[in-house]
């Protein structure tokens, strides 16, 4: 309870001090008329109560929700897209982890793919998949799991990997002295100790794949989700720059939360492993 | 309890036996022969670098010897190794700190697929004999070193197994555990009446612990000697301080020097 309390309070020093921090900075440069880095007024830095205020108002005047209540909408569509991209890139970077460790010559022919991966800029590989699973008539917001996929997947092959080769020699030794083969090492013993590799790349992951589903849904005219919002508030943003900056805030809750479900299902799997990953 | 019988053939035989490591052209065995019978408990005791550690894991089949034959049970010892003969246990414990000190106890167990009832019974058992009941839902972090090193003489002898192989396993642990735990290892050799072969850096361990003692000398790893330790079992405290008890230490750390002056003069 007491640990709780702490976490909880620390939580919110630390908000107060950055909501502190961005008003402190403004006010310094506005008036001072300070323009570097960069000119700091009601455009580029709105005041902080400002942007809460926002998401209360109706972001078109007379249609449709407030903004918070439609962000939420949006939230649940993109986290739906992120979920999915999610378990998918996950799998498919655990699956790559495993046969990398197995077979140095899949290792070595894979890695380098692996890696060119990530070279290539999500802006670019967007469209292309968008359009291709659009022609096999699947489902839009499937492409963009698709998408937030690709980027999910690399931290997990990558940590997989890592931490497969990482395992205490003795204790494969050991476990060849209990006669168990490349498979019954790699099941009750490789992939139990590499739990904590795997979930540090997880956490990379949960809010990695939040950025890949908002890219993702812009080459696909998505107007459901976070993605939709961010690229019309932003072509309005010297009208209405708090808009932009609230549904900001909102992508980065939905990213936190799934980062929080994955230290959650950490502590959940990795003190109990035996029985999740057997 | 007495000096267990030597009765039928070696559990271990070793004849001929040289490991040379291909990197850096060593020569770690040479000219093994080494018979042990059942019921015997060896230690192998020597200077750094006289291989000892190498012959424990040959006889495991952990690794493959240049020239010789290793017989585990009248059996080559890659078939020993497959029909679970051995238990082994490290210096380290090596418990697997996501299971609970029962399930590291039953792990080659459940990897014979034993049915968890058959299991169950098998790790109580066994925590009986290391004296750990009540502690089988812990983790191992929880634990202290001596019994950590406990449970995985546990997991070793789980099976049952005719031989057990210990690489210092107390090694690791400060002097008064060690005592205790040495005068447990005794009395579990004696419950379990299983065959011991154990790799120490201790005299006094060596000498306190085994039917017979090997001692080995360096460059290249060769048994120098082979002292019999006539102490009358049960070993208690008090064997610590028999007048024949130093004799045989004392023996030990001669053979112990012999082999490290000979070594000095070899070219």
Redesign the interface.
């Known amino acids: 309870m007491r640990r709780v309390a702490v976490t909880v309070g620390s939580a919110v020093l630390v908000l107060a001090v950055l909501v502190g921090a961005w008003e402190l900075y403004r006010w310094i440069w506005i008036s001072t008329g300070w323009t570097w880095p960069f000119l700091v007024d009601d455009t580029s830095m709105p005041h902080v109560h400002t942007i809460v205020e926002a998401l209360f108002k109706q972001p078109t005047a007379g249609v449709g929700d407030i903004l918070i209540v439609q962000l939420f909408h949006a939230s649940l569509f993109t986290a739906k897209e992120a979920a999915v991209g999610f378990v998918l890139g996950a799998s498919l970077g655990f699956a790559l982890g495993v046969v990398m460790s197995q077979w140095r010559i899949m290792q070595r022919g894979l890695l380098p793919y692996v890696v060119a991966s990530q070279t290539v800029p999500i802006l670019a590989v967007a469209p292309i998949v968008v359009v291709y699973l659009g022609s096999l008539h699947v489902a839009a917001w499937f492409s963009v799991s698709v998408i937030a996929a690709y980027l999910t997947f690399f931290p997990v092959a990558i940590n997989t990997l890592r931490g497969l080769l990482s395992t205490?020699r003795?204790?494969v030794?050991?476990m060849?002295?209990?006669?168990?083969g490349r498979w019954?090492i790699l099941w009750?013993?490789r992939v139990?100790?590499a739990?904590p590799y795997i979930f540090a790349a997880l956490k990379i992951s949960a809010t990695a794949c939040i950025v890949g589903a908002i890219i993702g849904e812009a080459p696909s005219s998505i107007q459901d989700g976070l993605g939709g919002y961010i690229v019309n508030f932003n072509q309005y943003y010297t009208l209405n720059p708090q808009n932009l900056w609230a549904t900001n805030l909102i992508a980065a809750l939905v990213g936190i939360s799934f980062f929080l479900l994955v230290v959650l299902a950490e502590k959940l799997v990795?003190?109990?492993?035996?029985e999740y990953v057997a | 309890m007495s000096v267990q019988p030597n009765v039928g053939k070696s559990v271990v035989e070793i004849q001929g036996l040289t490991k040379r490591f291909e990197r850096g052209d060593v020569v770690a065995l040479q000219d093994i022969d080494l018979a042990i019978e059942p019921g015997e408990f060896i230690s192998l005791i020597g200077p750094s670098g006289c291989g000892k550690s190498t012959l424990l894991r040959i006889i495991g089949d952990l690794i493959e010897p240049t020239s010789g034959t290793v017989t585990v049970n009248g059996k080559p010892a890659p078939r020993a190794r497959a029909d679970h003969d051995y238990g082994i246990v490290f210096q380290d414990s090596v418990l697997f700190d996501w299971r609970t000190v029962a399930k590291n106890v039953s792990l080659p167990l459940e990897m014979l697929g034993w049915e968890r009832a058959r299991r169950k019974a098998r790790v109580d058992e066994m925590l009986a004999l290391v004296e750990l009941q009540g502690f089988g839902d812990h983790h191992p972090w929880q634990l202290s070193g001596g019994m950590q090193m406990r449970v995985a003489i546990a997991r070793a002898l789980a099976l049952e197994p005719a031989l057990l192989l210990m690489d210092e396993p107390f090694g690791a642990l400060d002097e008064m555990t060690r005592e205790r735990l040495n005068m447990e290892l005794l009395g579990i050799w004696d419950a379990s009446k299983s065959t011991v072969v154990f790799v120490t850096h201790s005299i006094a361990e060596a000498v306190f612990l085994s039917t017979r003692t090997v001692v080995m000398s360096a460059r290249p790893g060769r048994i120098a000697n082979v002292i019999e330790i006539d102490l009358p079992y049960p070993r208690t405290s008090s064997t610590r301080e028999d007048p024949h008890y130093f004799e045989l230490v004392t023996r030990v750390r001669e053979a112990l020097h012999l082999g490290s002056d000979l070594d000095a003069v070899a070219p």
């Open positions: 205490d003795r204790a030794e050991l060849r002295a209990f006669a168990a019954t009750k013993l139990p100790a739990l990795v003190r109990r492993a035996p």
